[in-house]
């Protein structure tokens, strides 16, 4: 017996219901601006957007979690103005955001992680034992940079692509394309950001990661490994760099 069930609700709106539908139609990627803070993406994977067949893939925050769902356009019926979408693939995709404050500069902190991976290591050496650039150049865009490191009682091994510097925002993200954690999502990204608005300065970890499957835990006992050299790299900068 197939669990076969049926879920419909209908809200009132005071906007024009063809435009409504439209945007859900033809424009979804600009929903984005209408919902920024729960809808966050919508590109077109396959087809002309609109068209029958056509496939969209939408990032989106349920329960707080961020998520990414793709979906084929199964029929349009002009004259009710309905759209048929049906789910064909529900992406395991989950972000992790932590933040700790920190007694010395923030933005020699980042410069670390941007351009002197390989200085890491002798501000927290019982954490890191060492980065090296096996493509490219330090603070390069596209660079390939591997690290060691001592987590979970083990000695790991990683090789991150640096993905993206936004100066403006503050942040360095690397993506990587061999490691650990791959043996458990399919992608991983690490984004290391930091305030320096204020007072003290904050170091903002974030990690955007996809499991491979539901029984997959989320990482964070990674998070506080992480969370946890940051202290040893604020302690050794406090007393180093000041």
């Known amino acids: 017996m197939a669990l076969i069930g049926k879920l419909s609700g209908c809200v009132e709106i005071s906007a024009d219901g063809h435009i409504f539908h439209e945007l859900i139609r033809h424009k979804p990627h600009e929903v984005t601006s209408i919902l920024p803070d729960k809808i966050h993406g919508c590109d077109l994977v396959e087809g002309q957007r609109g068209d029958v067949g056509s496939t969209v893939c939408w990032d989106f925050t349920l329960e707080?979690?961020?998520?990414?769902?793709?979906?084929?356009?199964?029929?349009?019926?002009?004259?009710?103005h309905m759209i048929v979408f049906k789910l064909i693939k529900m992406a395991l995709s989950r972000t992790l955001v932590k933040q700790i404050a920190i007694n010395s500069d923030g933005d020699a902190f980042l410069e670390l992680?941007?351009?002197?991976?390989?200085?890491?290591?002798?501000?927290?050496?019982?954490?890191?034992?060492?980065a090296e650039i096996l493509d490219g150049e330090w603070g390069v865009v596209g660079s390939i940079v591997a690290w060691r490191f001592h987590h979970g009682g083990k000695d790991c091994y990683h090789k991150d692509m640096l993905e993206e510097i936004d100066r403006e925002k503050k942040l360095v993200c690397y993506k990587e394309v061999e490691g650990t954690q791959l043996e458990h999502y399919n992608s991983f990204k690490y984004i290391i950001q930091v305030d320096t608005t204020g007072p003290k300065h904050l170091v903002i970890w974030k990690f955007i990661y996809e499991k491979r499957n539901e029984n997959v835990q989320d990482p964070n006992a990674l998070m506080d490994f992480c969370l946890n050299f940051t202290k040893e790299i604020d302690d050794y900068q406090q007393k180093h760099c000041n």
């Open 64 to 80: 707080g979690e961020k998520r990414t769902s793709k979906m084929i356009i199964e029929a349009v019926d002009e004259e009710k």
């Open 113 to 130: 992680f941007t351009h002197k991976p390989h200085k890491v290591s002798d501000t927290c050496p019982r954490s890191i034992q060492g």
